[in-house]
């Protein structure tokens, strides 16, 4: 891991030496833009628009647009005064329970580190906040930028995570359309949708969520490269509407496996015709859901690198 900050952690007297590594990457497949005419790929150039040309990295300063067309400029200098001496140190400023910060405030996370002469301070926090349940909350500066975080455990390691301050965070007071609290539920319903979360609770594994686009991707990239057809999966009909009673019991008789019989409440009479394209539409999606567990265990775990090299070397044998 390619070490992004060195510093360290500290609370009350005590200051462990600490390195940084970012603890999260993306795997998205990224495509580059290309002219149509040559398959080149599209250069973004910096212009000014006023002098018509293009500019250089050592022309461009800083402003900050406080009204349409009028900045405040902003050097060097300026930020350097401002940032805090503390750039070096992960100052934890409290210690809270996990389950007081809600995730919604939680943004980048990097694991934690000792240094040659932090080892045994490193282990002494890890061990006290393991004993006692609590997480730290810190000040940061990376990047001439102070953050908020919070110093947990993951696993054995400590990790830091940077969150966002409050002011940070929309309110939801904001957010049109919201069902007011007090809106009347029918008994039953609230019942059976208890029951069906109940049936579908099962231990958090990770492990078992993959990013089927991003496979679908990776093996439609392969197939172009070879020089296959492409073939459009088929769209697997959607079932008439049906009314909320109706949907929570087939939710529940398709979980039944999974925990106890569902309460047995009369449906609604549905149409025949309906009636028949729901079953269609649950074997084509049976058979969709055997494709896929068919589909070899190796090309769900394939990452955009190693995609890359398969490619690479596909076009150099082909060549």
Same mark, same amino acid.
């Given at each position: ?38 398959n ?13 040309r ?21 050097d ?14 992960i ?17 980048k ?10 080892e ?57 359309a ?7 539920l ?41 020089g ?32 106890a ?12 015709? @309906? &009636?028949?394209?729901?079953? #269609?539409?649950?074997? $084509?999606?049976? =058979?969709?859901?055997?494709? *896929? %567990? /068919?589909? @070899? &265990?190796?090309?769900?775990? #394939?990452?955009?690198? $190693?995609?890359? =090299?398969?490619?690479?070397? *596909? %076009? /150099?044998?082909?060549?």
């Open positions: 891991m390619h070490t992004v900050w060195k510093g360290s952690i500290s609370f009350g007297l005590v200051n462990i030496p600490v390195r940084m590594f970012t603890a999260t990457e993306e795997r998205d497949i990224r495509f580059r833009q290309l002219h149509k005419e040559c080149t790929p599209i250069k973004y150039t910096k212009m000014c628009p006023h002098c018509q293009e500019v250089d990295t050592s022309e461009i300063v800083r402003g900050f647009e406080y009204e349409k067309g009028h900045f405040v400029m902003i060097d200098d300026d930020l350097e005064a401002i940032t805090p001496e503390t750039r070096r140190a100052e934890i400023i409290d210690f809270v329970d996990l389950s007081e910060v809600d995730p919604v405030y939680f943004h996370s990097y694991f934690l580190s000792p240094q040659d002469t932090g045994k301070a490193y282990a002494l926090l890890r061990s006290a906040m393991e004993q006692t349940g609590k997480i730290g909350v810190a000040q940061v500066t990376m990047r001439n930028r102070q953050s908020l975080a919070v110093i947990r455990l993951y696993e054995h390691c400590i990790m830091l995570e940077t969150i966002f301050y409050p002011d940070e965070v929309r309110p939801v007071s904001q957010v049109p919201l069902p007011e609290a007090t809106v009347q029918a008994e039953n319903e609230l019942k059976m949708a208890t029951e069906l979360i109940s049936n579908m609770t099962i231990p958090f594994d990770p492990a078992k969520y993959t990013d089927e686009y991003r496979s679908d991707l990776q093996k439609l990239i392969e197939k172009k490269l070879e296959q057809e492409i073939a459009t999966a088929p769209t697997v009909a959607r079932t008439n509407v049906i009314d909320l009673m109706q949907a929570l019991k087939e939710s529940l008789e398709s979980t039944a496996g999974q925990a019989m569902p309460i047995k409440i009369e449906p609604e009479p549905t149409p025949s015709k @309906p &009636a028949r394209k729901r079953t #269609t539409a649950a074997s $084509s999606s049976e =058979k969709e859901q055997a494709s *896929k %567990k /068919a589909a @070899p &265990a190796s090309l769900k775990k #394939t990452t955009t690198t $190693s995609t890359t =090299k398969t490619l690479r070397k *596909k %076009k /150099a044998t082909s060549g």
